[in-house]
Nanobody, 126 residues
């Protein structure tokens, strides 16, 4: 499975961006996909998750209400819609995947994921 994140860029505070994560070679693997971000000098932070097979996305409290994760199974793509962006949202955003769903307590653990995309930089100016 190869993950390719795209859609990052420079945006003003209060603006929006939509990131995409294309999962190539997915087939029956990588059923569980998550978004993370990593700001300069900080640890990788869990944003939210979704499964290809159904169910609602799960979000970290830090982005709940502003970010939305969705999927397009036909395009093997998961999206991260980010609204009302703040300067503290500036980070490199990554998508990650694993074969099976994780319990909620384990979802924020980057080590639990088997595949990672290369990351896309989001910069929010004040």
């Amino acid at each position: 499975v190869q993950l390719q994140a795209s859609g990052g860029g420079l945006v003003q505070a209060g603006g929006s961006l939509r990131l995409s994560c294309l999962a190539s070679g997915r087939q029956f693997n990588s059923n569980f996909l998550a978004w993370f971000r990593q700001a300069s000098g900080k640890e990788r932070e869990f944003i939210g998750s979704i499964t290809w097979s159904g169910g609602s996305p799960y979000y970290a409290n830090s982005v709940k209400g502003r970010f939305t994760i969705s999927r397009d199974n036909a395009k093997d793509t998961v999206y991260l819609q980010m609204n009302d962006l703040k300067p503290e949202d500036t980070a490199v955003y990554f998508c990650a995947a694993r074969q099976n769903r994780l319990v909620l307590s384990e979802q924020p653990n980057p080590r639990a994921y088997e595949w990672w995309g290369q990351g896309t930089l989001v910069t929010v100016s004040s």
